[in-house]
């Protein structure tokens, strides 16, 4: 069997189950208003991003970003002020019941999971996300509906004084007293529900690759959050370790993962009032890059950004390039957010 060194890759299509409770503190379920220039189109909230003919991709080879390279926008453009959610894209299933568009797995039986109607639609494939633009232009005269570029995304996300999250240059996380204080949804605040309320459950490395195949521990035995959200025990490459590769975290996957509603982070919200552009699922983006890490390292595939439920705090950067994702695939950790322009 091959080694693959993301486990991104293999969060394959199952069942649901969500997570919640007492224990998830940090899970903020009202969806706050947009921002004030936002519009409704197509029953998609949208928000002004200014053009900027001189953009240049951020420079930080040492942190999977680009080398700096120019990559103009010439024309303003809106954006999805909210990821694409399970309804919205159900919604476009039953319109479309002649085409073969992928139904995510961790759905009941084709049906929408009460507890994640307003979760982002996961294990999509770019094609899929194409074409629920396609259907959203159909609906929308004078507007055509697209998947953001790669440059258009960052621009997005880092505005115009190139902050390292949405929000600014500081994450603002902290972990104290078993809470942690979070502006985004990260591998960290699963981490911390866990602990919270799983530590003492025993998980079981259920990998035969792993090196303690078979053997249990306590999750709190497995899993640390330090003080600023940085999380120890999530994986192992090298040995199949770590709380990924155990029955419970196969568990949590099989639900459709530790996703939140969109916009539940409103002190997350970027600069130009889209929600959620750092963490909750990567975003398809239309631009062919070269993939620099993970199971498809050096293969052409479609840029994906922002990070995910899974990713560390690392890859939910505004700069962040080093994930990409075959674009025929589906993934339990990449969503879709729409950019549109008038016509």
Not at 310 to 333: F, K
């Amino acid at each position: 069997m091959a080694v693959v060194p993301s486990r991104h890759h293999l969060l394959s299509r199952r069942k649901l189950l969500v997570l919640g409770g007492a224990g998830a503190a940090w899970l903020v379920t009202s969806v706050p208003a947009a921002a004030s220039d936002a519009v409704s189109v197509a029953g998609q909230t949208l928000t002004a991003v200014p053009a900027d003919p001189s953009f240049v991709f951020t420079a930080d080879l040492s942190n999977n970003a680009g080398a700096g390279e120019a990559s103009a926008i010439d024309s303003p453009y809106w954006l999805g002020a909210y990821q694409v959610t399970n309804t919205q894209y159900k919604a476009f299933l039953d319109a479309s019941p002649n085409a073969s568009y992928t139904v995510p797995s961790y759905w009941d039986d084709g049906a929408v999971p009460t507890a994640k109607t307003d979760h982002p639609v996961l294990e999509i494939s770019a094609a899929d996300a194409e074409g629920f633009c396609d259907w959203l232009t159909g609906q929308a005269d004078g507007w055509t509906f697209r998947l953001p570029t790669e440059a258009e995304w960052e621009n997005a996300a880092r505005g115009p004084d190139a902050y390292a999250y949405p929000w600014g240059q500081a994450s603002g996380t902290t972990y104290t007293d078993s809470t942690l204080t979070s502006n985004y949804n990260y591998n960290a605040v699963c981490a911390a529900y866990y602990l919270a309320n799983e530590g003492d459950t025993l998980a079981t490395y259920d990998n035969e690759n792993s090196t303690r195949y078979g053997e249990s521990e306590p999750i709190s035995e497995i899993l640390t959050v330090s003080a600023t959200g940085g999380v120890t025990g999530w994986i192992d490459h090298s040995t199949w370790t770590g709380f990924v590769y155990t029955d419970v975290f196969d568990a949590l996957t099989a639900t459709g993962g530790l996703t939140s509603a969109v916009g539940a982070y409103p002190a997350g919200v970027s600069v130009h009032g889209a929600y959620d552009m750092a963490g909750n699922c990567f975003e398809w983006t239309s631009s062919i890059v070269t993939a620099t890490n993970g199971g498809e390292a050096g293969l052409e595939v479609n840029a994906v950004r922002g990070g995910s439920w899974y990713a560390t705090g690392r890859s939910c950067t505004t700069h962040y390039r080093g994930e990409g994702r075959d674009g025929t695939g589906g993934y339990l950790t990449v969503g879709l957010r729409v950019a549109a322009v008038q016509s």
